[in-house]
């Protein structure tokens, strides 16, 4: 079965500082990926999304994740974070079908003032 | 556009009683999935259904069902329920099937406690 590991359980950074969130993935075949973001309170929203062509995608609020297919990731970063970035974020992969979306355990991320 | 829907957005029940959790998806929205949150396992995949029909399942045991009615609302049934099932419960409506690269947005999600 699918398995989605996500290094980081806890992150905490400054406003301005650079984030970057692994996710690893087990399957190797043909994967769809993404990444969501859960803000307190809040229900899950897609944050960015990878299906095929460049594996640099770019999603909303500044964030972009790299797919590596060589090293079966897809790592999400942000050049310069701010507090609203304060979140819980979830990396999911799909096999195109089977089993639905497997998501990581997630990565609760808090942002200092 | 309205979002996903969940009702009710909170549910306390005892052991061995069953409960039912409703879904309305997004207008035009054919697919509907719904997921486990819990703590120690995190989001778990649970079913999904397309035009009334379940379409892929996850690891969960039989007192776990669903269905999905012409208009694509879905409800999720689970009978016998044990502690272990109190979670929070997501439902995720796409317009195709994960089959066909759709995207799928959550709703609130259902916070179920068995006591």
């Known amino acids: 079965a699918q398995s989605v590991s996500q290094h980081n359980h806890h992150v905490i950074l400054s406003e301005a500082a650079s984030l970057e969130l692994g996710c690893n993935y087990s399957?190797?075949?043909?994967?769809?990926l993404f990444w969501y973001v859960q803000y307190p309170g809040q229900h899950l929203q897609l944050l960015l999304k990878?299906?095929?062509?460049?594996?640099l995608v770019k999603g909303i609020k500044g964030f972009e994740a790299e797919f590596i297919k060589s090293k079966f990731s897809f790592n999400l970063r942000k050049p310069s974070v701010q507090w609203s970035d304060t979140a819980e974020y979830f990396c999911a992969v799909s096999q195109g079908g089977a089993d639905g979306l497997t998501f990581g355990k997630g990565t609760h991320l808090i942002i200092q003032p | 556009k309205a979002g996903v829907t969940q009702t009710p957005r909170y549910l306390i029940k005892t052991r061995g009683q069953q409960v039912t959790l409703s879904c309305s998806p997004i207008?035009?929205?054919?697919?509907v999935s719904w997921y486990q949150q819990t703590p120690g396992q995190g989001l778990q995949f649970l079913f999904e259904?397309?035009?009334?029909?379940?379409?892929n399942k996850g690891n969960f045991p039989g007192r776990f069902s669903g269905r999905q009615f012409s208009n694509s609302r879905s409800e999720m049934n689970v009978s016998t329920l044990e502690l272990g099932d109190s979670a929070l419960y997501l439902c995720?409506?796409?317009?195709?099937?994960?089959?066909?690269?759709?995207?799928?947005?959550f709703g609130p999600g259902t916070r179920l406690t068995v006591l």
């Open positions: 995720a409506s796409s317009l195709g099937t994960s089959w066909d690269n759709n995207e799928q947005f």
């Open positions: 990878y299906f095929s062509g460049d594996p």
């Open positions: 259904y397309f035009s009334e029909t379940q379409r």
């Open positions: 207008s035009g929205h054919r697919s």
């Open positions: 399957y190797g075949g043909t994967v769809n």
